[in-house]
């Protein structure tokens, strides 16, 4: 069975700092990508990535696929109260189903 | 265009109801989804459909049935409610397999509660 990891489960930081979301596998997947989940709605792709060692940027989001790609990060630096959320790893393989990690809860204060 | 949609948005079932939970998509997906999301477990897969016509189990797909009505339409139904089924239901959609990369997009999400 693959598993997704994500830590830490709860993230609460002040506006303005940095922070990282780690999201660990024992298994290689062919893509990974984030979510984020706010209250009361459901997941919305950030981005994807497919190739080993791949970081992709999103204003101030950082995005870093492992070179063996069983693992990836999530960094955001400047944290705002608008990044709170549930952030959300999930790797897809050679089938028609994503794998979803536990979850990182952040709360940005301001 | 609406995206993903679901019907309703909140439910409170006493144990041993049946009901109902609709979605549907108008970006002409071929696949859908049925998750479910309990704290600190992520979603979890319930059932999917890869196509019009075919369905097939996810990780937790005991006490729930599911039928593609068309490639629009993809319900859930739970015959007997028990309160382990509370939970809060997500529906969701991907190309697959026109995207290599199986990227979803979900619907606001079902809120139930089995008393």
């Known amino acids: 069975t693959q598993l997704l990891e994500q830590s830490p489960q709860f993230l609460s930081i002040q506006e303005g700092e940095n922070l990282t979301v780690y999201c660990n596998s024992s298994?290689?997947?062919?893509?990974l990508q984030w979510y984020r989940q706010e209250p009361g709605e459901g997941p919305v792709l950030l981005v994807t990535?497919?190739?080993?060692?791949e970081v992709k940027k999103l204003k101030r989001l950082t995005f870093q696929f492992g070179d063996a790609r069983k693992d990836s990060s999530l960094h955001i630096t400047a944290a705002q109260p608008g990044d709170t959320g549930l952030y959300l790893c999930?790797?897809?393989?050679?089938?028609?189903?994503?794998?979803f990690g536990t979850g990182t809860r952040l709360q940005v204060f301001p | 265009n609406a995206g993903v949609t679901q019907t309703p948005k909140f439910q409170v079932l006493k144990t041993g109801q049946s009901m109902t939970l609709q979605c549907a998509q108008d970006m002409n997906h071929n696949s859908m989804y049925w998750y479910r999301q309990d704290p600190g477990m992520g979603l979890r897969l319930i059932y999917y459909s890869a196509s019009e016509g075919t369905t097939d189990k996810g990780e937790v797909p005991n006490g729930y049935n599911v039928s593609r009505l068309n490639k629009r339409e993809f319900s859930l139904r739970l015959e007997s409610a028990a309160p382990s089924q509370t939970s809060v239901y997500f529906c969701?959609?991907?190309?697959?397999?026109?995207?290599?990369?199986?990227?979803?997009?979900f619907g606001p999400g079902t809120r139930l509660t089995v008393l």
């Open positions: 298994s290689v997947f062919s893509s």
């Open positions: 990535v497919v190739t080993g060692g």
């Open positions: 999930a790797g897809g393989g050679n089938t028609d189903k994503l794998i």
């Open positions: 969701a959609s991907s190309e697959v397999p026109r995207s290599s990369y199986n990227e979803q997009f």
